[in-house]
C-alpha cells in the first residue's frame, strides 16, 4: 500500500499476491535456537517450521554436519562430510531459497551443483530442493555455516 493512496487503488496489488498464492517462512538461526533452547555445540537434525507440509531437515550428516555453535549463531555444514539440508514441500512447490550463512576455508553454498554466495535467491519450483557444501576455492574442507533462511512456497 502507498501512503495516502485510497484503498481501491491498491486492491489490485493484493489481489494479484494472493493469486500467486506464494507464502513465505523466514527465520534467523539465533531466534530459532534461543526460542528452542538449542544447547551449544549439539547436533539438531531439523527445524520445525510450524507448518506441517514445510521441512528443514538435515538429510546426510557425519560427526558434525547440523550442529550448532553460539558463536556467530550458526547451523554448521560440512563439506568433509558431504552434510546435506534438505527443505521440503509436502503439498506443493518450495518457490525459492534464501541462505544466509559465513564461511570457513571457502565453503560455498551448492544447489544442483552450482555455487551461490550468501543471500542469494535460489529458484526452486520443485517439492524440494536439496543443498551441500562445495569449495570456492581449491580446499576439501569448507564450511557453511548458516545463520538465515527464507523460503517462499506454494500449496496445491
Known sequence: AVAGTPLSANTELFAKWKVAGVEKYEMTIKDYATSNSWVNGTKYTSIDTG????????????????KYYTSGNEWRFYQTEKGELTISNSNGNIVSVTITYNISNSGVLLYNGTKYASGTKIDINSSSAAFTVGNSGTATNGQVKITKITIEYSNN
Open 51 to 66: 507448518n506441517s507440509n514445510l521441512s528443514i531437515e538435515v538429510t546426510k550428516t557425519g560427526s558434525y554436519s547440523g
